[in-house]
């Protein structure tokens, strides 16, 4: 009996099944079909373009022998992807238009001239536009499909427009993920995860679930383009939708009429917590109609229509819409941002959206030309996580604080300021793009320092907005770290950039003593544990006894102790309001002027322990209790948050194992200080 071509794929799944590790065959072959058999040629189907690589390069002889056998004839096969995206070209005219672009007697050419490197290699005019709404709707998708989404939109710019709708465009999947930020890979994981269209309902929508064939001239068959939806007008996320309905509805429950309630709500003159909620506070649905994605689909359930709105509501309606989608500005990212920088700084998709929404929020002045590179985040690490739809809000405080990480070179936290709230963060953003080593093949330049860009910008990523004090280029080969230096914008307030010897660390402002002791503040800039801090405020742990601890620790009778902040903090914990009393307690409670005098006596001296003649301190408590030594750095590191010296934590993990089985597994937070 001669079994039909798809009886001789399916027996040959049954062999190969049998023959190769379950992992493998379920990863590569098990959703495999038969899609065209013609002339002893096999057209196999598979997941995607890795599968085709594997198959073709691991599997195709095997395959060919045994549907040889199986259908006693010689026999070709032919692996295609078949339900994923693949690359579509266009029409496949393009050598003829752009011969008869050449030959155009109206077409002009332009010599292109960058007068500075930065713009030669990053392009800063080149940018991906999204409204700033947007924002409100990345915790709710996901950050990585949000950047698909950012894909989809702009690769919709730059398609072709086909011959029979002018609202349908011809786009290579290459487009999308160029301008998605996401590696291609990822891409085909996320196109054919079905979470993905949950999350991305309203915005991209696949509309043909199945590859479609067609034979072509050379009589071959040839995959039709998969059809998709890119909504370009944005919907509104769950909460902001439920948020509007419920003021429309509260204003119709008092007798207003649909068309009165949209025309009162369109007036709020405070978006955010007029009409819509915080994003950091936690909301809860109310009511029992579905969530709407439009103000349309709000009306339309509000008012029970079922043909539509009237011409008046819809455009009242319309108004609302656009008055909350363009009430945040816009997000502009640079093409170089989303092609080199994510990639080279193996940033992924959430510390991606974090640097883009920082940077977001920065401002510029386009009449003085100032910009500041410092954002204040009043809702602290809880607040940034909510900007990403994450729980874990250490998370973003693990980015931040790996001084190996790829957050840190475009993100560092700054001392708080005696007026910020007490969960406030404050953050210095790195608004220039790091320039890396083969981006351009022109830039090998150990300093450079771009000049202003255009006037008129007014938002980070657009011309212009790259103008910093100093910038340090790589200049070495992909892998080193050069390109994570960077240096802060002058401030608001501050003097202006003055020429001269540039550094390529982060400037810390200068250091200023307070009129009193704040405990929050001195374990933040300290960089204490969060749940330490946490800990400790909570038992509301006094101040001075802290200090009084610290003074121990870096006294006479503590040479001993190796890590003196380590030290207050334990004994703080074990006592939070008493210090270790008598002359420390004494010190302790000296005005923060005069304490810090008397630190910076005994450092002085120490550093000049060979021809130290300034004399007395003219305090013998502390001359004879703390002394000259240049471990009250420590000090000023906790005190002032000074320079180089101040503290950070590490955690170390210590594992027992006894005859092959872990007996002892004990993590500890310790401080110490660095130098």
């Known amino acids: 009996m001669t079994l039909s071509p798809d009886q001789a794929w399916q027996s040959a799944l049954g062999q190969l099944q049998m023959e190769m590790p379950k992992a493998s065959f379920d990863t590569w072959v098990r959703n495999s079909r038969l899609i065209l058999y013609e002339d002893g040629l096999f057209t196999i189907g598979v997941r995607n373009a890795y599968a085709r690589e594997w198959l073709e390069s691991r599997l195709s002889s095997t395959v060919t022998r045994l549907l040889m056998g199986i259908m006693n004839r010689d026999v070709t096969v032919s692996f295609v992807v078949a339900s994923s ?60 499909n949000a950047w698909l989404y950012a894909g989809w939109r702009q690769s919709v710019w730059d398609g072709r427009c086909q ?24 891409f085909f994981r996320a196109v054919e995860d079905p979470v993905t269209w949950e999350a991305l309902a309203g915005l991209v929508e696949r509309s043909d679930t199945e590859p479609h064939w067609n034979r072509g001239h050379d009589r071959h068959p040839h995959r039709l383009p998969n059809r998709y939806t890119v909504h370009m007008t944005l919907r509104l996320s769950r909460l902001d939708a439920v948020a509007v309905q419920n003021q429309l509805a509260e204003r119709m429950q008092t007798g207003s009429s649909l068309l009165t309630a949209l025309g009162e709500v369109v007036q709020t003159p405070d978006l955010v917590g007029g009409l819509l909620p915080p994003l950091h506070i936690p909301f809860t649905p109310i009511g029992t ?41 816009t997000i502009l990212l640079t093409h170089y941002f989303l092609e080199t920088v994510i990639p080279q700084a193996s940033l992924t998709a959430p510390q991606a959206w974090l640097v883009a929404l920082l940077r977001d929020r920065c401002y510029v002045n386009t009449d003085t030309g100032e910009k500041r590179d410092q954002v204040l985040v009043r809702g602290g690490y809880d607040e940034l996580a909510s900007w990403l739809g994450l729980s874990r809000p250490k998370t973003i ?69 790259h103008s910093l004090a100093e910038m340090a280029p790589l200049c070495g080969a992909n892998g080193t770290t050069q390109w994570r230096e960077w240096h802060s914008l ?28 704040v405990l929050r503040k001195l374990l933040i800039q300290s960089r204490v544990h969060p749940k330490v801090a946490k800990e400790l405020l909570s038992k509301n742990a006094s101040v001075q006894a802290f200090i009084a601890w610290l003074l121990y620790a870096c006294s006479r009778a503590g ?24 002359v420390y307690d004494q010190l302790a409670a000296l005005p923060p002027s005069e304490l810090i005098r008397l630190v910076r006596w005994s450092v002085q001296g120490a550093a000049n322990k060979y021809s130290f003649s300034a004399g007395s301190c003219d305090n013998p408590l502390w001359e004879a209790t703390m002394g000259i030594s240049d471990r009250q750095k420590v000090l000023l590191a906790v005190l002032l948050g000074e320079e180089s010296d101040s503290p950070t934590w590490e955690s170390k993990t210590t594992q027992v194992t006894v005859n092959g089985e872990e007996v002892k597994n004990e993590t500890v937070i310790s401080h110490y200080v660095n130098g």
């Open 85 to 144: 995206d693949v690359d579509v070209d266009l029409d496949g005219d393009d050598d003829d238009d752009a011969e008869s672009e050449k030959n155009d007697p109206e077409t002009t050419e332009v010599q292109v001239i960058h007068r500075l490197k930065y713009d030669e290699v990053v392009l800063p005019g080149r940018v991906v536009a999204l409204p700033g709404y947007f924002s409100r709707l990345v915790p709710e998708i996901g950050a990585r």
């Open 163 to 186: 011959d029979v709708s002018p609202r349908t465009r011809r786009v290579p999947v290459r487009q999308i993920i160029r301008f998605s930020g996401l590696s291609r890979r990822t």
């Open 289 to 329: 109609l579905p969530t709407p994605q439009t103000v349309m689909d709000i009306a339309c359930a509000l008012g029970c229509f079922e043909s539509g709105l009237s011409a008046d509501l819809q455009m009242a309606a319309e108004s609302l819409h656009q008055r909350i989608i363009s009430g945040f500005g």
């Open 397 to 465: 405080w693990e980015w931040v604080r790996d001084a190996q990480g790829p957050v840190s070179a475009f993100v560092c936290v700054l001392p708080p300021a005696e007026t910020d709230e007490p969960d406030a963060l404050r953050l210095c953003v790195r608004l220039d793009e790091p320039l890396f080593d083969g981006a351009n093949d022109t830039h090998t330049l150990a300093r450079m320092a771009p000049g202003d860009g255009a006037p008129g910008t007014i938002m980070v990523g657009a011309d212009g907005t």
């Open 490 to 517: 002058k401030h608001l307030n501050t003097e202006s950039n003055t020429p001269g010897e540039s550094t390529t660390t982060t400037q810390n402002p200068a250091a200023v003593t307070p009129s009193a002791w």
């Open 559 to 582: 040479e001993g102790i190796n890590t003196p902040l380590s030290y207050a903090l334990a004994s703080l914990r074990e006592d939070p309001a008493s210090g270790p009393g008598g």
